[in-house]
Nanobody, 123 residues
Framework: QVQLVESGGGLVQAGGSLRLSCAASGRAFSSYSMGWFRQAPGKEREFVAAIRWSGGRTYYADSLKGRFTISRDNAKNTVYLQMNSLKPEDTAVYYC????????????????WGQGTHVTVSS
């Protein structure tokens, strides 16, 4: 049974940083791409970043390049999202997801999802 468990969310002041973690279990993920998405209240879920588990190729939403960094630790089966210079508009529930194959931006292309972790950025 595939499980994706996010952690690391919380309350932070504008300009601060957070690192989210996504612990993956239940299968071998070497053929998967792992993505981070976020959903703010009243808005659609949006793509944040993704990484190929094998090789480590990354891709980011244009609006977040330079502030967010996705990475993975193969030994720990964990994917991270380092978020710097946070803004109030980054407030959302952040989700980790897994997609078999290449990096994709569409949420519908992802097969497995975590339960989400809340990030609140105060001004």
């Amino acid at each position: 049974q595939v499980q994706l468990v996010e952690s690391g969310g919380g309350l932070v002041q504008a300009g601060g940083s957070l690192r989210l973690s996504c612990a993956a279990s239940g299968r071998a993920f070497s053929s998967y791409s792992m993505g981070w998405f976020r959903q703010a209240p009243g808005k659609e879920r949006e793509f944040v970043a993704a990484i190929r588990w094998s090789g480590g190729r990354t891709y980011y939403a244009d609006s977040l390049k330079g502030r967010f960094t996705i990475s993975r630790d193969n030994a720990k089966n964990t994917v991270y999202l380092q978020m710097n210079s946070l803004k109030p508009e980054d407030t959302a529930v952040y989700y980790c997801a897994a997609s078999l194959g290449p990096i994709r931006q569409a949420a519908r292309e992802y097969d497995y999802w975590g339960q989400g972790t809340h990030v609140t950025v105060s001004s």
